[in-house]
């Protein structure tokens, strides 16, 4: 697999005319970078570029990164974040595969190494100045940015830009301790159960950058509002008032963004984290092991591993009752 990709690279770039501009994902965020940094910092020489980029957290160019917020300032944090997670992730990689301590001079030689392999080295070989803007960030990141290596771990298993991760951390151990406190999950009543999902959805809901997101639309901000009625109903709970046809789209919608999606990133985090403090990096997740390894009830798998559609499924239906066999997934069907 090693030589075949070599040998694409080296096909790209004796199909590559010198002239020729092939936009690459990662060329492009760093152009957008510093075409940001030029228009905002005038700075005069690359020196001046150099040194801000290895030592200026995103948060310092705007405080609203990760908002969706259109300012240029905070379009370049916004920028700089995703570089840094790109970044962040290849470290860690480095890491946690290759049994390398990183420092500043290893970082630099691992992503030199890594940049000579990727797309963007063939896609751009007329931009040197990229390859330095990607290494220097990256020692960055290593020396100044981020120089806690345990920091570093968390934020790559959660899987957010780091300035997002690091907001995340401040909410994880409260959704952690309501994962815990789920071992009796299967016996709950109904309004026991809506209250867990209420609780994190709760805690979840406002997190600039990994929070709760609609439209600036009248209709979008009730819905928002209405957070709670809409994940009573779309969970089935007995006596759930059910949505306006003409506005049935809209609150559809907003289960798939917020509650699928958004919330379900957020607990997934969470469990990914403990399984990785207690498995460390050599077990592959398996079922046997789980509970004993992540430390948490299987509420935590399902809510991991099940299909955020089959939520509805954990509550009994009208007339079933509470015995937890009449749970689809009760503590002890997993």
């Known amino acids: ?10 096909r790209l770039a004796a199909d590559t005319a010198p002239e020729a501009t092939v936009a690459s994902p990662l060329a492009v965020l760093l152009q957008l970078i510093a075409a940001h940094v030029r228009n905002i910092f005038n700075f005069r020489t690359s020196d001046q570029f150099y040194g801000w980029l290895e030592a200026t957290l995103p948060e310092v160019v705007s405080d609203a990164v990760g908002t969706g917020a259109r300012s240029a300032p905070a379009q370049l944090a916004g920028s700089l974040d995703e570089l840094d997670g790109v970044l962040l992730g290849a ?12 420092d500043g001079p290893t970082t630099e030689a691992f992503l030199r190494t890594l940049w000579a392999r990727t797309f963007t080295q063939v896609a751009a070989a007329q931009e040197a100045w990229l390859e330095e ?9 290593v020396e100044r940015l981020y120089p806690n290596a345990a920091q570093r771990r968390r934020l790559y298993q959660y899987g957010f830009a780091p300035v997002i991760g690091r907001r995340f951390e401040l909410v994880a151990p409260a959704i952690r301790a309501e994962l815990v406190g789920a071992e009796s999950y299967g016996a709950r009543t109904p309004a026991e159960r809506i209250a867990l ?8 809901r406002d997190q600039p950058g990994f929070g709760f997101r609609v439209r600036g639309t009248v209709g979008d901000q009730a819905i928002l509002a209405n957070w709670v009625g809409v994940l009573r109903w779309w969970m089935q709970v007995p006596g759930a008032e059910a949505p306006n046809p003409r506005i049935l789209r809209a609150w559809q919608r907003f289960v798939s963004d917020n509650l699928e999606f958004r919330l379900g990133v957020g607990v997934g985090a969470v469990v990914a984290e403990a399984w990785s403090e207690g498995a460390g990096v050599a077990l592959t ?16 798998f399902w809510a991991r591993e099940g299909n955020p559609r089959s939520l509805h499924s954990l509550l009994p239906r009208p007339g079933v009752g509470t015995n937890p066999r009449n749970s689809q997934h009760a503590q002890t069907s997993v």
């Open 197 to 204: 999902f209420e609780r994190l959805g709760t805690l979840i």
């Open 1 to 10: 697999m090693a030589a075949d990709y070599d040998g694409l690279l080296n």
């Open 133 to 141: 803007t990607f290494i220097r960030r990256g020692r960055g990141i």
């Open 91 to 102: 470290i860690e990689e480095l890491s946690r595969f290759m049994n390398v301590v990183p």
């Open 285 to 300: 997740p398996a079922l046997n092991t789980w509970r004993a390894t992540a430390r948490l009830p299987w509420f935590g």
